[in-house]
T-cell receptor, first 116, second 117 residues
Framework: NAGVMQNPRHLVRRRGQEARLRCSPV?????VYWYRQLPEEGLKFMVY????????ESGMPKERFSAEFPKEGPSILRIQQVVRGDSAAYFC??????????????FGSGTQLSVL | AQKITQTQPGMFVQEKEAVTLDCTYD???????LFWYKQPSSGEMIFLIY??????QNATEGRYSLNFQKARKSANLVISASQLGDSAMYFC??????????????FGKGTKLSVIP
């Protein structure tokens, strides 16, 4: 039983480049969440997706950031024209049933993005 | 206002001793859930324990227990018989049960626990 798989584990980009972060949820899970963790901070919600739908992107910056969860394949978090302030750990989480209070999120190991 | 407050940036505990990590929360929703996650130095987030707002008893999972004081809005994590492998960041999180975004988990800033041999 594979858990949430994220890759790459570490990603280094120069300012202005694009970063693509991939997430494969737990098999059978159809709800995916992306969180960002800045140094010395807790995780901050970015976006919630179901297959082919963005349900809530209220935590995502309006520009340069986008996310998708296609019918086939992993969820992708895309950051265009990265800046140094985008350096953070990006976590993907999944669960099988959103809305239940007790439904815990299963997290991946995160992608550490470093912008030079 | 902060929804989840963890006032202890860092804690030390002697191996085999018990330790309490503090968490207070703020919500006006009568229906909510509280979670604790552990983040070791390797980075992954590991679920430890859950407490629902309507649960009558404090949650326990092995060496972890949650001291839930609803009137005080606190949900402290108690780790008994600390082990060296317990050294990690610990995050308290809340999910509120109604309204938009009820699927979201809101996290505190975390407490770094160091277990001393």
């Amino acid at each position: 039983n594979a858990g949430v798989m994220q890759n790459p584990r570490h990603l280094v980009r120069r300012r202005g480049q694009e970063a693509r972060l991939r997430c494969s949820p737990v098999k059978g899970h159809s709800h995916v969440y992306w969180y960002r963790q800045l140094p010395e901070e807790g995780l901050k919600f970015m976006v919630y997706l179901q297959k082919e739908n963005i349900i809530d992107e209220s935590g995502m910056p309006k520009e340069r950031f986008s996310a998708e969860f296609p019918k086939e394949g992993p969820s992708i978090l895309r950051i265009q024209q990265v800046v140094r302030g985008d350096s953070a750990a990006y976590f993907c989480a999944s669960n099988g049933l959103a809305g239940g209070l007790q439904e815990k999120l299963f997290f991946g190991s995160g992608t550490q993005l470093s912008v030079l | 206002a902060q929804k989840i407050t963890q006032t202890q940036p860092g804690m030390f505990v002697q191996e085999k001793e018990a330790v309490t990590l503090d968490c207070t929360y703020d919500t006006s929703d009568p229906s909510y859930g509280l979670f604790w996650y552990k983040q070791p130095s390797s980075g992954e987030m590991i679920f430890l324990i859950y407490q629902g707002s309507y649960d009558q008893q404090n949650a326990t999972e092995g060496r972890y227990s949650l001291n839930f004081q609803k009137a005080r809005k606190s949900a402290n994590l108690v780790i008994s018989a600390s082990q060296l492998g317990d050294s990690a960041m610990y995050f308290c999180a809340m999910r509120e049960g109604s309204g938009a975004g009820s699927y979201q988990l809101t996290f505190g800033k975390g407490t770094k626990l160091s277990v001393i041999p």
